[in-house]
């Protein structure tokens, strides 16, 4: 009898490790790979919406934003997380802030489209994560 008692404990603490005390998760403000995803996305955006020649490629666009939200729902965050996360005011700007600290380091005059223009040329001749949700229209 005692033998099954300990057995079904050791199952519930190998069913729900919560159970166990292991430690809290994480929350979702500090994964840094849904935060580095959000910034690809953001500054393919701003790219896209100050350069007139160059267009979002939507498809492509619109499966990673997708990628992103399964991503967070991988990791354990819920719907209502993720929707508080997208609408913090704090996170906004921290995510602004560092995307304007990313065209800041790659030279863009954020006063002038042809910078945007320019890194978004090579964002996607280089292939990159932000080059490949964007294409050339003219």
Avoid at 23 to 50: C, Q
Wanted: net charge positive.
């Amino acid at each position: 009898m005692m033998h099954r008692v300990r057995l079904t404990v050791a199952a519930a603490l190998v069913a729900f490790p919560a159970l166990a005390g292991s430690a809290p998760r994480p929350l979702i403000k500090d994964n840094a790979e849904i935060f580095h995803r959000l910034l690809v996305t953001a500054v393919a955006n701003e790219i896209r919406v100050k350069c007139k020649t160059i267009d979002a490629r939507k498809i492509s666009a619109t499966l990673y934003v997708f990628g992103i939200l399964n991503y967070a729902r991988s990791q354990g965050f819920s719907m209502a997380e993720i929707n508080a996360y997208k609408k913090d005011p704090a996170e906004q700007a921290r995510l602004r802030r560092e995307g304007y600290a990313y065209l800041d380091s790659h030279g863009v005059n954020r006063k002038k489209s042809t910078g945007y223009c320019a890194l978004g040329k090579a964002e996607i001749a280089g292939g990159s994560e932000i080059g490949k949700l964007l294409k050339v229209v003219r």
